[in-house]
Protein backbone atom coordinates (compact mmCIF):
# COMPACT_ATOMS: atom_id res chain seq x y z
CA UNK A 1 0.00 0.00 0.00
CA UNK A 2 3.12 2.45 0.39
CA UNK A 3 2.68 3.08 -3.50
CA UNK A 4 -0.81 4.48 -3.04
CA UNK A 5 0.46 7.47 -0.59
CA UNK A 6 3.50 7.94 -2.89
CA UNK A 7 1.28 8.73 -5.36
CA UNK A 8 -0.93 10.89 -3.25
CA UNK A 9 2.13 12.76 -1.74
CA UNK A 10 3.43 13.41 -5.38
CA UNK A 11 -0.44 14.62 -6.20
CA UNK A 12 -0.80 16.74 -3.43
CA UNK A 13 2.74 18.40 -4.50
CA UNK A 14 2.27 19.22 -7.90
CA UNK A 15 -1.40 20.90 -6.86
CA UNK A 16 0.63 22.72 -4.13
CA UNK A 17 3.41 23.70 -6.69
CA UNK A 18 0.95 24.70 -9.25
CA UNK A 19 -1.35 26.70 -6.61
CA UNK A 20 1.95 28.61 -6.24
CA UNK A 21 3.42 29.67 -9.26
CA UNK A 22 -1.00 31.00 -10.05
CA UNK A 23 -0.40 33.54 -7.13
CA UNK A 24 3.19 34.32 -7.37
CA UNK A 25 3.40 37.82 -8.34
CA UNK A 26 5.74 38.86 -11.44
CA UNK A 27 4.64 35.85 -13.63
CA UNK A 28 2.73 38.05 -15.82
CA UNK A 29 4.31 36.78 -19.37
CA UNK A 30 3.70 32.74 -17.99
CA UNK A 31 0.58 33.68 -16.44
CA UNK A 32 -1.38 32.68 -19.78
CA UNK A 33 0.45 29.23 -20.12
CA UNK A 34 -0.06 28.45 -16.40
CA UNK A 35 -3.62 28.86 -16.56
CA UNK A 36 -3.79 26.68 -19.68
CA UNK A 37 -1.93 23.99 -18.29
CA UNK A 38 -3.81 23.85 -14.59
CA UNK A 39 -7.18 24.01 -16.46
CA UNK A 40 -6.12 21.31 -18.41
CA UNK A 41 -4.85 19.29 -15.29
CA UNK A 42 -8.17 19.95 -13.09
CA UNK A 43 -10.47 16.97 -14.80
CA UNK A 44 -7.57 14.28 -14.12
CA UNK A 45 -6.59 15.75 -10.89
CA UNK A 46 -10.17 15.27 -10.13
CA UNK A 47 -9.67 11.52 -9.47
CA UNK A 48 -7.65 12.39 -6.33
CA UNK A 49 -11.31 12.77 -4.79
CA UNK A 50 -12.25 9.21 -4.90
CA UNK A 51 -8.69 7.53 -4.67
CA UNK A 52 -9.05 9.60 -1.09
CA UNK A 53 -11.80 8.42 0.22
CA UNK A 54 -10.74 4.78 -0.71
CA UNK A 55 -7.45 5.90 1.08
CA UNK A 56 -9.81 6.97 4.23
CA UNK A 57 -11.29 3.71 3.84
CA UNK A 58 -8.73 1.88 3.97
CA UNK A 59 -7.67 3.57 6.83
CA UNK A 60 -10.89 2.76 8.80
CA UNK A 61 -10.30 -1.25 8.05
CA UNK A 62 -7.27 -1.02 9.75
CA UNK A 63 -8.46 0.78 12.29
CA UNK A 64 -11.01 -1.62 13.04
CA UNK A 65 -9.20 -4.70 12.61
CA UNK A 66 -6.11 -3.35 14.02
CA UNK A 67 -5.48 -5.80 17.41
CA UNK A 68 -6.46 -3.62 20.28
CA UNK A 69 -2.95 -3.44 22.84
CA UNK A 70 -3.96 -1.76 25.62
CA UNK A 71 -2.73 -2.53 29.75
CA UNK A 72 -0.01 -5.04 30.08
CA UNK A 73 -2.21 -7.96 27.51
CA UNK A 74 1.35 -7.09 25.24
CA UNK A 75 4.68 -6.86 24.79
CA UNK A 76 6.63 -3.82 24.32
CA UNK A 77 7.64 -4.92 20.69
CA UNK A 78 3.77 -4.91 20.27
CA UNK A 79 3.33 -1.80 21.59
CA UNK A 80 5.85 -0.12 19.42
CA UNK A 81 4.17 -1.26 17.06
CA UNK A 82 0.81 -0.61 17.64
CA UNK A 83 1.97 2.99 18.08
CA UNK A 84 3.19 3.04 14.86
CA UNK A 85 0.55 2.28 13.07
CA UNK A 86 -1.30 4.81 14.78
CA UNK A 87 1.15 7.32 14.11
CA UNK A 88 1.02 6.01 10.40
CA UNK A 89 -2.59 6.31 9.89
CA UNK A 90 -2.81 9.98 12.17
CA UNK A 91 -0.21 10.56 8.99
CA UNK A 92 -2.03 9.37 5.67
CA UNK A 93 -4.96 11.21 7.33
CA UNK A 94 -3.07 14.76 7.01
CA UNK A 95 -1.91 13.57 3.51
CA UNK A 96 -5.94 12.89 2.48
CA UNK A 97 -6.57 15.89 4.08
CA UNK A 98 -4.29 18.20 2.78
CA UNK A 99 -4.57 16.81 -1.09
CA UNK A 100 -8.32 17.67 -1.08
CA UNK A 101 -7.31 20.89 0.10
CA UNK A 102 -4.65 21.63 -2.42
CA UNK A 103 -7.31 20.14 -4.83
CA UNK A 104 -10.09 22.95 -3.47
CA UNK A 105 -7.76 25.63 -3.86
CA UNK A 106 -6.02 24.91 -6.77
CA UNK A 107 -10.10 24.80 -8.64
CA UNK A 108 -10.65 28.15 -6.84
CA UNK A 109 -7.46 30.00 -7.11
CA UNK A 110 -8.19 28.61 -11.26
CA UNK A 111 -11.39 29.87 -11.60
CA UNK A 112 -10.23 33.36 -10.10
CA UNK A 113 -7.75 33.80 -12.07
CA UNK A 114 -9.67 32.98 -15.03
CA UNK A 115 -12.28 35.51 -13.88
CA UNK A 116 -9.40 38.31 -13.82
CA UNK A 117 -8.15 37.33 -17.18
CA UNK A 118 -11.62 37.58 -18.77
CA UNK A 119 -12.28 41.08 -16.61
CA UNK A 120 -8.85 42.28 -17.74
CA UNK A 121 -9.77 41.76 -21.54
CA UNK A 122 -13.16 43.47 -21.25
CA UNK A 123 -11.17 46.45 -19.89
CA UNK A 124 -8.97 46.02 -22.69
CA UNK A 125 -11.51 46.28 -24.70
CA UNK A 126 -13.31 48.99 -23.62
CA UNK A 127 -10.39 50.71 -23.59
CA UNK A 128 -10.01 50.39 -26.71
CA UNK A 129 -13.18 51.39 -27.57
CA UNK A 130 -13.78 55.05 -25.59
CA UNK A 131 -10.50 55.87 -27.62
Known sequence: MALEWVVLGYAAGAEAIMVLLLTLPGL???RKG???VTRNLLKPFLSVV???LFLLMDIYWK????PSCQGDT????EHLRHQKSIMKSQRNALLIAAALLFYWILYSVTAL???IEQLNQRIERL???SD
Open 113 to 115: VVK
Open 34 to 36: LIA
Open 50 to 52: PFC
Open 28 to 30: DGL
Open 74 to 77: CTPS
Open 63 to 66: YETR
Open 127 to 129: KSH
